[in-house]
């Protein structure tokens, strides 16, 4: 898995978790968002900030465990399993115990080479067993939620929150959406958008970490940034709004949204809002930073924030002014472009 974290915490910036196939290769570091040159990963915006082993290559895959150090030495950090590491230490890492483990027999000693503990929660514990978290903060980097099939993430979700919340924990909380399996990508994004978008759109929890067992990495990972992008928590991406359509629409709603993505799909943090009219465009984009809105047949209005700067733009030139418009206001940055990759 990856992880991304959603905001700034004592080990990642920001966390999707996917699940890398058994055997790591140099792919592996493009699927997980890191960008390679002459065969050199580096982080980007969209880059995993951690990812998830279930499996620790042993000491006798060689190559494996160079693509993991080499993503470490990019500032994606590494956790899995503590019987794992303790079966197959790799340095820098973090161990996965859990916490009905330490209720039971307490911390046990750090795996050869792992720094610091992460633990993985139900939501099912007993109300004592989280009280341990006051005495364990100082060694735990994360927690772990991962609900039991056939269990209500919502309510175990909620629980957990305020049983960390009653002791003032302030560690962040990844939540991990497990799927057996899925039908297709929109089963994907359907299922982990109700399973972790509620909880994270009313706050709960710093990150997210999927997966699914026959879908790609690269699939985990961008839906796992889309999740927190759409819950508000963290922009990887330009935010697009539009309406749905309908009788009034001066232009191609879809035809023009889709040529203005491909120009400006690689602004985060701007919004832009896409209005097929003037009647209730002003008032549905009130929180984009630049508008795009249909003023009369054949012409197009612009705006910046709730106000109109340029009126009746041709439609042919409108999307290259729209994009004239936020250079102008200094929100642009040039598109990057693939360095040549040597594997």
Known sequence: MCVVFSRS?????SLPLTNPPNHLSPSSTT????????????????TSDSVYLPKVPPASDAAARKVIKRLQDVNVGVI?????????????SVAVVSLDAIASSGLPP???????????????????????FKTLNK?????ILEVPAGTSRVHASRRTFQLLANINSDLPVVHSLAFSAVKDKDDLILRSGAEGGGLLVDGLGDG???SAVGSELDLLRTTSFNLLQGSRMRSTKTDFVSCPSCGRTLFDLQEVTEQIKQKTGHLPGVAIAIMGCIVNGPGEMADADFG????????VDLYVGKEVVKRAVPNEKACDALVDLIKEYGRWIEKPVDAPVSV
């Open 208 to 210: 997210i970490m999927i």
């Open 9 to 13: 915490c004592p080990y990642a910036s």
């Open 139 to 143: 060694r735990v980097v994360v927690i």
């Open 80 to 92: 899995a399993p503590y019987e794992e590491l303790k079966a197959n230490p790799f340095p820098n």
């Open 110 to 132: 750090l795996p050869e080479g792992a720094l610091r503990y992460a633990v993985k929660v139900t939501g099912l514990e007993p109300e004592a067993s989280y009280e341990l």
């Open 292 to 299: 795009y809105v249909g003023g009369a047949p054949g012409k």
């Open 31 to 46: 699927a997980l968002g890191a960008k390679l040159v002459v065969g050199m990963p580096f982080k980007d915006i969209a």
